[in-house]
């Protein structure tokens, strides 16, 4: 399969050190016997630091999301560090580079492209560039939940949704730099147009992608409309 994986900087820099890193390239190594793959790494607590720093700066929105942008390319930078040689060690900057580069045949491993949304829409508009089979969203909670887990006790995850439905929940959500909400509106666009088939699950722990994978049950699918 043609697989499409978006880790999220919180997941990669969870004890802020290279253990996650080390896990993840570890079964990206294996998964690449028998699939080809992509993976769009975020930003995480560094990008969210440097764009408050940028900010108090006065720099605007986009000014901000391009300081996020750059972070996330050094956490590019560090999974293909750990993944030597099978990655292709070159970090596209947009989708006609990641294509590009895929030719060769090695895991493709980027960070953000443009302003004004986060890596949750790389990922998805990069499964719709190259075709992929499949898109994982590798996240900091087990899927998506009828209310916030955090506040809410009676909050249920939903194991299948629709992208329609996905849109009128995250609709309104906020939008600023460093702040896209659990999982970006362009991302849902992109999800629906193309009937992309995704699932997003707990990343934290990384032997979920393997299930996913395998087609177990886990985290939230989304479903074409029915
Ligand atoms: P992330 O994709 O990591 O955003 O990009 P996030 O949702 O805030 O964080 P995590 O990783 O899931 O915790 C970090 C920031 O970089 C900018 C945005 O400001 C985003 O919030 N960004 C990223 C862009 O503007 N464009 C991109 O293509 C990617």
Sequence with gaps: MKIVIAIGGSILLQSYDYKKFQEYSDILKKLNNQHELFVVVGGGKPARDYINIVRELNAGEAQCDDIGIEVTRINAKLLLTSLGDVAYQKIPHNFQEALEYSAIGKIIVMGGTE?????????????????????INLTSVDGMYT??????????????????????????????AGTYEFFDMTAIQMIKRSSLKTVIANGYDSQNLLKIINGEKIGTKIVPKK
């Design 115 to 135: 302003p004004a949304h986060s890596t949750d829409a790389v990922s998805a508009i990069l499964a719709e560039y190259v075709k992929a089979d499949m898109l």
């Design 147 to 176: 209310k916030d887990p955090n506040k809410y006790d009676d909050a249920e995850l939903i194991d299948e949704i629709t992208a329609e439905k996905m849109l009128d929940f995250i609709s309104g959500k906020d939008t600023k």
